[in-house]
């Protein structure tokens, strides 16, 4: 019945960018794992079979990861191993030189690397700084009584910490910011050719390169420092050009996520009855907020995969060569996995943790526990300075039927802005 | 080849390859054994990458740090042979370790 609805265009179409959920759900009675009509590409949309294809770096590569599973491959798949034609070809994906596409060794070396940078120990002995900044933003904001939380907070904080953190020097910081604000976003839907520019990704490197050489000279207490004189797990020194893809590649990656994730969650906050009250007095129920968040909206909505090698997903078969869809929205929301209230929110939902938002596998978002640390400390300052927040309603409509403005994106979902009316603390 | 013996959370065995650089989850989870969780993906951050060593290979391993002890420390399962399996690393002088998958919290 459901195949007799012309199938929509998840690239493309704007109706499937305000609510992505809706089309996933005409999608899901066409079964976990289906081929679509618009591109030559799998939607997978099951939970677990989204987690056995992230869990299976074996048989799928990242390399389309960024690039996306829209475009069909640049060369003809030969044979039931494809996994050399892949790397031949590596230079014509987009993103093809950043840890997000890379797979196997190259991949674990890097890998090592990152895991030494959002430890808990590291996050902890940065809390004083992050809990600093969100004072001061907050406050400057709710001595106004309103704000944008996308742009006036959300964005510049993120972008402060992660360039505190890395030691980016402070007067450097705005011409990033700025950089970042003109560039396009990645997965663009508008711009179907040419998703994903790379323009201020390339502006941002020649600064790391430059950093990078300073530090390895004369190291700091910084993450730059720290990867600067780091080695892979053999012993051996990565090549400063590895270096600058991947300092840059953390810098950018947490910009926009991490962002919309407070204004996703801040939306839940208001308007979810008695919850921003239950928010207020306990606040040890915040990690739970956003769990929930992360699964219900989360803001990467898909990932990409490709097979290299014949294999299969659940009883589906998939050949080499065939590109996947990994959606992880998909996957967050699915009944079989979560009951039949999967779409509604639900703080302490059982086994929350197992959600997918941040990814699952070798390619696990290594800027999770950072991420979670951002928004949780802006929830508190936010609480701690205010007694009450208000969504515009001149901005957005009144509750019930409020409208959003959202980052035309096929990979982050999250809001342009979010307008806020904010009650200073008595 | 290099192997370490692995028994999962139902009592089934297995004998796997080292990769020697490779972490032992990634190890555990490359050949297919889902009961290892493994949610944050290697950052010390999740301790649902829980393990137990046999006892006397314990001090073939590189030791803990504050991180992974304070983690493990929050499990209902600990044990005096309890690591992080996405902490340690995997080497050819590693063969034969016997890696049991604790149970989740
Ligand atoms: C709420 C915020 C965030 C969300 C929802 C998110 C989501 C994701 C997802 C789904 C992946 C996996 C992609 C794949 O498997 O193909 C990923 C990877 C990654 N993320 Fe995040 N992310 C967030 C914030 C951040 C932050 C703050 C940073 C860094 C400071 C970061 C750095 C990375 C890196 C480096 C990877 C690649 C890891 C690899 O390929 O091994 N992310 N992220
Ligand atoms: S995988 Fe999360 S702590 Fe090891």
Redesign the pocket.
């Known amino acids: 019945m459901n195949q007799a609805i012309k199938e929509r265009d998840y690239f493309t179409d704007h109706d499937v960018l305000l609510d992505p959920y809706a089309y996933f759900e005409e999608m899901r009675p066409r079964g976990p794992v289906c081929q679509l009509e618009t591109h030559d590409c799998l939607l997978v949309t099951g939970f677990d079979e989204c987690v056995e294809v992230?869990r299976n770096p074996t048989d799928f590569s990242?390399l389309n990861?960024l690039a996306s599973s829209a475009f069909p491959l640049p060369f003809t798949p030969e044979g039931s191993d494809i996994s050399a034609q892949l790397e031949q070809n590596r230079d014509k994906y987009i993103g093809g030189d950043?840890?997000?596409?890379?797979d196997d060794t190259r991949?674990t070396n890097?890998?090592a690397l990152?895991s030494l940078?959002?430890t808990p120990s590291r996050l902890k002995a940065n809390e004083a700084f992050m809990r600093e900044y969100a004072e001061k933003m907050v406050s400057d904001v709710v001595a106004r009584g309103r704000c944008e939380l996308v742009h006036e907070i959300a964005t510049p904080y993120?972008t402060m910490v992660?360039a505190d953190?890395m030691g980016v020097p402070a007067e450097d910081r705005s011409v990033f910011e700025e950089k970042i604000a003109e560039g396009q976003t990645v997965g663009s839907i508008d711009d179907p050719d040419s998703p994903t520019d790379m323009s201020a990704v390339l502006f941002i490197a020649e600064y790391m390169g430059r950093y990078l050489q300073e530090r390895a000279a004369k190291p700091g207490a910084d993450l730059l420092s720290e990867l600067a004189t780091a080695s892979y797990p053999d012993g051996t020194k990565p090549d400063l050009i590895e270096l600058i893809s991947?300092a840059t590649?953390?810098?950018a990656?947490?910009?926009d996520?991490?962002a919309?994730?407070l204004a996703n969650a801040m939306r839940y906050v208001v308007d979810e009855p008695g919850l921003q009250q239950q928010l207020r007095e306990d606040r040890k129920l915040i990690p739970f907020l956003l769990e929930e968040v992360?699964r219900l909206e989360?803001?990467?909505k898909a990932?990409?995969?490709l097979a290299r090698r014949d294999t299969t997903i659940g009883d589906t078969k998939v050949p080499a060569g065939t590109q996947v869809i990994?959606a992880?929205a998909a996957a967050n929301r699915d009944p079989r996995r979560w009951g039949e209230d999967a779409n509604e929110f639900k703080l302490k939902r059982p086994g929350i943790k197992q959600h997918?938002?941040?990814?699952?596998?070798?390619?696990?978002?290594?800027?999770?526990p950072?991420?979670?640390a951002?928004?949780a400390t802006m929830f508190n300052t936010f609480f701690d300075r205010t007694d009450n927040i208000e969504i515009s309603a001149s901005h957005h409509g009144a509750k019930g039927a409020r409208r959003y403005e959202f980052e035309p994106s096929f990979i982050i979902r999250g809001m342009d802005n979010l307008h806020l009316e904010l009650q200073a603390k008595n | 080849m290099a192997h370490i013996y692995l028994t999962d959370t139902e009592g089934r065995e297995a004998t796997i390859d080292i990769i020697a650089g490779n972490s032992l989850m990634q190890t555990i989870t490359d050949a297919g054994f889902d009961d290892l969780l493994a949610i944050c993906?290697g950052m010390c951050s999740c301790a649902t990458c829980h393990v137990y060593i046999d006892e006397g290979q314990l001090a073939q391993l590189s030791q803990m740090n504050e991180d992974e002890q304070e983690l493990l420390s929050l499990s209902d399962y600990q044990q005096d042979n309890s690591r992080l399996s996405c902490q340690l690393r995997m080497s050819d002088a590693l063969d034969g370790l016997r890696v049991t998958i604790a149970p989740a919290d």
């Open positions: 992230l990242s990861s950043m840890v997000v596409t890379y991949h890097i890998r990152i940078m959002f993120v992660i953190l991947l590649f953390m810098f990656a947490g910009q996520t991490s919309k994730l992360l989360g803001s990467s990932t990409h995969r990994v992880l997918i938002g941040f990814g699952r596998g070798s390619h696990t978002c290594a800027g999770a950072l991420a979670r951002e928004v | 993906g």
